[in-house]
């Protein structure tokens, strides 16, 4: 706490801004809440220009590990 106020982001979007932004913070020492609002039911995941390179694998693909965002 800061001169008495507590220290939250909110960071509305849950999708890969979002999540990247999340990360970042915490990367960079924040250590005040972090609060990401969104509709996904699932963490974050790279979401790439539709190919017919990715058609071979998956094509989501996790930003981080689905438990980074909850601790």
Same mark, same amino acid.
């Given at each position: 706490? @800061?001169? /008495?106020?507590?220290?939250?982001?909110?960071? #509305?979007g849950? /999708?890969h801004? +979002?999540g @990247? &932004?999340?990360? !970042?913070?915490?990367?960079a +020492? &924040?250590? +005040? =809440?972090? !609060?990401?609002l969104g509709d =996904?039911?699932?963490p974050?995941?790279?979401?790439?220009p !539709?190919?017919?390179e &990715? !058609?071979? +694998?998956?094509? =989501?693909k996790?930003?981080?590990e689905? /438990? &980074?965002? #909850?601790?």
């Amino acid at each position: 706490m @800061t001169g /008495g106020r507590a220290r939250v982001v909110v960071i #509305a979007g849950a /999708g890969h801004a +979002g999540g @990247t &932004f999340a990360a !970042l913070l915490r990367q960079a +020492g &924040f250590a +005040g =809440e972090v !609060l990401v609002l969104g509709d =996904e039911p699932d963490p974050p995941y790279h979401r790439p220009p !539709l190919s017919k390179e &990715f !058609l071979d +694998g998956p094509i =989501e693909k996790w930003l981080r590990e689905p /438990g &980074f965002y #909850a601790a």
